[in-house]
């Protein structure tokens, strides 16, 4: 179905034409320019809602095209399908959540920048799930670490600078490598359309395939902080002001969902290649053992919840490394549940910081009795992550693992692959332990001293966690609102 109303365009285009009249505004209005900024976001999350439900209700997606640089060897193309609904739509709702959350938590400082700059982001990451073109992928995927850089670099916290440069040297070195494989990619097959592509490199050897989407995942691993290319994420989460955070977990998860597009649209052929699977089941589960200890050892919640984010992209980068369409759906839940989990979590991080003035773990304890609102909404993302029935995250997990266990017994029974995924189901405790501490030690026993003396909850900080509470739980309770959507994935990759 072609995109004849320009919807899909329109969504990515109105935030960006809409950033330099929110800077030129800025000054004037002050904290209500982030309202203003809201507008955007909303028309952007209707045009993506429209098309979704079309593609709920009959299972077609919706394309556009446009004539742009035809050197390139193909047009600018942009797609919305069961694989990039989901996370398309979780991008712009959170990024609207998040913007209410802004207005209440960022200081008077600049904001017309901050706004700016935050739609220039939300449209990065809405042009890198929405292409279907390599080269606009690419053109996003670097707007999208532009934004994000210069918001850390200027709003962050008292180290920015260095874990700014630290994010950027990671991240565009990972972008080069992405680049590298793009080019080869036009080089090989002549398109750089990725509905192309799998036709067009039926001819190719396995060696120069493995080569040229070795290269683009090279790119993919460190933007999802995968073992070893994680060492930026900590000190990026923790350093970025707290509304950027918590958007973040949906921009590190952009590497995942362009994992599973490469891979299961544009080379299927690898989904039969073993030692290619094995290698990133192998880092998919030394990123969750990592992280999860990690996190255990933490004071700082903010700090905590950076480790857990690396775990979660390792449970993610399973499901796709699964090599079937059972794990490549749950990474995709995944990728939602773990969005909106981490959104209220790091907005939870940041209301202790605003309201009680830390977010060390030994200076809270017996939230449940003074934050009522707060303490239920740090519960469900707690609960959702370590997979708890029947929030959402417990059906991303099931079809992870699910899954990879099928692609292990199903023909011959590959028993490297099998016992990984046993290790990856038994270091799930890992999330849960560190999940139940978390709680125990923040909402339960004596009130500290910071708790008693706690102000009431402002209510633009707690609304966006309410919401995104609301659609874990919704999700959870009614997962064909999103499996139905994900069908798709099947009949892309038969």
Not at 31 to 42: A, D, H, K, Q
Not at 377 to 384: A, E, H, I, P, Y
Not at 422 to 447: C, D, H, N, S
């Amino acid at each position: 179905m072609m995109d004849v109303s320009h919807l899909l365009v329109q969504s990515i285009i109105v935030p960006l034409l809409f950033s330099p009249i929110i800077f030129a505004l800025g000054k004037a209005l002050k904290r209500n320019i982030g309202w203003i900024t809201l507008l955007p976001l909303l028309y952007s999350a209707s045009c993506l809602l429209i098309p979704s439900y079309l593609i709920y209700i009959h299972g077609e997606s919706l394309l556009a095209s446009y004539r742009w640089a035809p050197l390139l060897g193909s047009d600018f193309a942009l797609l919305l399908d069961g694989i990039s609904a989901p996370v398309a739509l979780t991008i712009v709702i959170l990024a609207a959540i998040i913007c209410v959350y802004s207005i209440s938590y960022m200081e008077e400082r600049a904001l017309g920048a901050y706004f700016a700059l935050y739609l220039l982001f939300v449209s990065g990451m809405l042009g890198t799930v929405l292409s279907a073109n390599l080269a606009a992928f690419f053109i996003f995927f670097e707007l999208m670490l532009i934004a994000s850089w210069l918001l850390i670099a200027i709003w962050g916290g008292s180290e920015r600078e260095r874990a700014a440069l630290k994010y950027f040297v990671y991240t565009e070195a990972g972008a080069l490598l992405l680049l590298a494989g793009i080019a080869l990619t036009y080089a090989a097959t002549g398109t750089l359309n990725i509905l192309e592509i799998s036709s067009k490199a039926a001819g190719l050897s396995t060696s120069t395939i493995v080569l040229i989407v070795s290269l683009m995942f090279v790119g993919f691993l460190v933007k999802m902080a995968i073992f070893p290319f994680h060492t930026w994420l900590p000190d990026a989460y923790t350093q970025a002001p707290m509304p950027i955070t918590a958007i973040f977990s949906a921009m590190t998860g952009i590497g995942g969902y362009a994992a599973i597009r490469i891979l299961y649209t544009g080379f299927p052929q690898l989904l039969k290649a073993w030692h290619f699977g094995i290698t990133l089941t192998v880092l998919a589960v030394i990123t969750m053992i990592y992280g999860g200890y990690m996190a255990l050892a933490q004071g700082e919640l903010k700090r905590l919840l950076a480790y857990s984010s690396m775990s979660q992209m390792g449970y993610l980068l399973l499901g796709v490394a699964s090599q079937s369409i059972i794990g490549a759906l749950g990474a995709l839940l995944i990728y939602t549940a773990h969005g909106f989990a981490k959104a209220i979590l790091f907005m939870a991080s940041g209301l202790f910081s605003k309201n009680l003035g830390s977010d060390k773990l030994d200076e809270l304890g017996g939230l449940a009795g003074k934050m009522q609102l707060t303490s239920i909404t740090f519960m469900v993302g707690f609960l959702s992550l370590m997979g708890f029935p029947p929030l959402l995250g417990f059906w991303g997990e099931l079809f992870v693992f699910a899954g990879s266990v099928y692609t292990a017994l199903s023909g011959s029974i590959d028993i490297l692959r099998f016992l990984l995924t046993m290790v990856a189901i038994l270091m799930a405790i890992l999330t849960a332990g560190y999940g139940l501490w978390t709680i125990k030690r923040i909402l339960f026993g004596e009130p500290s001293e910071r708790v008693e003396a706690a102000k009431a909850e402002p209510m633009l900080m707690i609304i966006p966690m309410l919401i995104s509470a609301i659609l874990i739980a919704v999700l959870g309770i009614h997962p064909s609102l999103l499996t139905k959507l994900l069908a798709a994935l099947s009949l892309s990759s038969a």
